[in-house]
């Protein structure tokens, strides 16, 4: 079944395409003109890192809102099928997270010493009891 579309959606659908497109070339450039302000300025000091990467981050959610709605037509699907879609990626960008958090605390811990070993030692081995600990009664061994 083809669908049909008047003249007055086609150029909504065209416009909402352009107006997608142009945000993320904004977003793209701002985003690599603030890693040329780092690289040049704060390189050295050891400037804000911290606020550049969650800046990225942002930026990026930014840029993946706009692909995943306009190019991908979340944007036009039910309220069900689009939580359906984005509920797992969330928990799965969630899980990646604790999942780096979780692996540096390993990574801390080992590197400062921190690591508590529990030696595993077997029981010692009585020659005059069984493997059940019951004595035999002519004192011989299996």
């Known amino acids: ?36 302000v780092w690289m040049n300025i704060f390189a050295e000091d ?43 990626t969330a928990f799965l960008i969630w899980f990646i997270i604790a999942f780096l958090w979780e692996g540096a605390e390993w990574l801390n811990n080992k590197d400062e010493g921190n690591i508590i070993q529990i030696e595993n030692k077997a029981p010692a081995h009585h020659p005059a009891h069984d493997d059940h600990g019951h004595d035999h009664k002519d004192g011989s061994q299996h």
């Open 1 to 36: 079944m083809a669908h049909t579309y008047d003249m007055e959606t086609y150029k909504s659908q065209v416009s909402a395409v352009y107006r997608a497109t142009v945000w993320l070339t904004i977003i793209t450039i701002v985003e690599v003109a603030a890693a040329l």
């Open 46 to 88: 050891g400037g804000p890192r911290m606020l550049l990467n969650s800046f990225f981050i942002v930026a990026s959610l930014l840029k993946a809102y706009f692909i995943v709605g306009e190019f991908m037509h979340i944007r036009y699907e039910t309220r069900a099928l689009t939580i359906t879609i984005l509920a797992p």
